[in-house]
T-cell receptor, first 111, second 113 residues
Framework: QKEVEQNSGPLSVPEGAIASLNCTYS??????FFWYRQYSGKSPELIMS????GDKEDGRFTAQLNKASQYVSLLIRDSQPSDSATYLC???????????FGQGTRLTINP | EAQVTQNPRYLITVTGKKLTVTCSQN?????MSWYRQDPGLGLRQIYY???????DKGDVPEGYKVSRKEKRNFPLILESPSPNQTSLYFC????????????FGNGTRLTVT
């Protein structure tokens, strides 16, 4: 089982709709979770960090964390074409000196 | 401006010719790391450094070297590059090791022929 898993997509969502991106992880004691956005050929850019169970909202973005289910998600409301990118989930693995990244979900917002 | 600076952005070289990719951060971060990104394989960690003179292997260290003589700099060295090292490389730094978000450089696209 991979340490961090994401559906690679592509996920296609109409403009103005809600895009839902999911991530599962294997390490039960992970405490820190991050969502990055990456445009093609560019570097990953931090969108959200979440450390506690529940929802965390920042503008059009909401991160959701459920440690019991080992599940973290990202919702994008009122999706815009500029949200079209690959979204990377990253998890701090307990005892490891690194963030482990999922392979990313490619999201396309259709005008 | 807080940033991680990598150079060069693009590099084409030949097999066996030693090269260095530089990385510098101005945020006084203790933790620095190198990743490579390949289609279908995602981001994989090459080496990381917890502090000056403290480095350790990541998941794919073969063929690479690093050094951390100063807190701000963390160069990646390919002593004898091979075509399978053709990739997109990212340097990143964070306040501490893993629990803080990583700040990425702009990337270096390396082609080894």
């Amino acid at each position: 089982q991979k340490e961090v898993e994401q559906n690679s997509g592509p996920l296609s969502v109409p403009e103005g709709a809600i895009a839902s991106l999911n991530c599962t992880y294997s390490d039960r004691v992970s405490q820190s979770f991050f969502w990055y956005r990456q445009y093609s050929g560019k570097s990953p850019e931090l969108i959200m960090s979440i450390y506690s169970n529940g929802d965390k909202e920042d503008g059009r973005f909401t991160a959701q964390l459920n440690k019991a289910s080992q599940y973290v998600s990202l919702l994008i409301r009122d999706s815009q074409p500029s949200d079209s990118a690959t979204y990377l989930c990253a998890v701090a693995i307990q005892g490891a000196q690194k963030l482990v990244f999922g392979q990313g979900t490619r999201l396309t917002i259709n005008p | 401006e807080a940033q991680v600076t990598q150079n060069p952005r693009y590099l084409i070289t030949v097999t066996g010719k030693k090269l260095t990719v530089t990385c510098s951060q101005n945020m006084n971060h203790e933790y620095m790391s190198w990743y490579r990104q390949d289609p279908g394989l995602g981001l994989r960690q090459i080496y990381y450094s917890m502090n000056v003179e403290v480095t350790d292997k990541g998941d794919v260290p073969e063929g690479y070297k690093v050094s951390r003589k100063e807190k701000r700099n963390f160069p990646l060295i390919l002593e004898s590059p091979s075509p399978n090292q053709t990739s997109l490389y990212f340097c990143a730094s964070s306040f501490d090791r893993g629990n803080s978000p990583l700040h990425f450089g702009n990337g270096t696209r390396l082609t080894v022929t």
